[in-house]
């Protein structure tokens, strides 16, 4: 199956400073990624669609000011946490789909971000 | 808008059985995708197993099988044979076909513990 490579895998950052984690598609080009947010022992929300040369798409509640993404390539996806505080401290999962291809997603490893 | 419901939080099989996770959801779409996803405790999420809507036909992975009930909007996961490397959370899925770029709806999850 396709390969989406997510990094880091876990990240420790103070409050006020800002993270970036990145998503790739390996052997694959996907037009769109997408955004999740899992709490512990929760189902994944999803944050934002992530579109190549476009802006995002983000959810209802999402700050977008707050969670900002860049889709600059075929490949790479990042979403960066500004000014993180702990309450953004959670699990980050991104996911990705072949273009044109509508069998499902595959997911990145998750980035777990802890704000100190 | 389209929901998934599981409503089994936690379940528990004995290896070797025979354990059927339940899923239901609700959409007005007549084309779409649904899958079951498997998250074990590193977090990664895996596809365990896919099924076309306008396929009447249950969709088979190994030990894994689903019973699609396309009327009843229902869509379950068999596992036989159980092992304990079974042992997830699984997730259920809905995507719209061509819609929304490939964003897939989960449920809440299914905590499946394998006892030896």
């Known amino acids: 199956g396709a390969v989406v490579s997510q990094h880091p895998s876990w990240v420790i950052c103070k409050s006020g400073t800002s993270v970036k984690i990145e998503c790739r598609s390996l052997d694959f080009q996907a037009t769109t990624m997408f955004w999740y947010r899992q709490f512990p022992k929760q189902s994944l929300m999803l944050m934002a669609t992530s579109n190549e040369g476009s802006k995002a798409t983000y959810e209802q509640g999402v700050e977008k000011d707050k969670f900002l993404i860049n889709h600059a390539s075929l490949t790479l996806s990042t979403l960066t946490v500004t000014s993180a505080h702990p309450e953004d401290s959670s699990f980050y999962i991104c996911s990705a789909r072949p273009y044109r291809d509508s069998g499902g997603a595959f997911f990145g490893q998750g980035t777990r971000l802890t704000v100190v | 808008a389209q929901t998934v419901t599981q409503s089994q939080p936690e379940m528990s099989v004995q290896e070797a059985e025979t354990v059927t996770l339940s899923c239901t959801y609700d959409?007005?779409?007549?084309?779409?995708?649904l899958f079951w996803y498997k998250q074990p405790p590193s977090r990664q999420m895996i596809l365990v197993i896919r099924?076309?809507?306008?396929?009447?036909q249950n969709a088979t992975e190994n030990r894994f099988s689903v019973n699609f009930q396309k009327a009843a909007k229902s869509f379950s996961l068999k596992i036989s044979d159980s092992q304990l490397g079974d042992t997830a959370m699984y997730f259920c899925a809905f995507m719209a076909y061509g819609g929304s770029q490939g964003n897939l709806i989960f449920g809440k999850g299914t905590k499946l513990s394998v006892k030896p």
């Open positions: 099924q076309e809507a306008y396929k009447q």
């Open positions: 959409t007005s779409e007549n084309n779409y995708y």
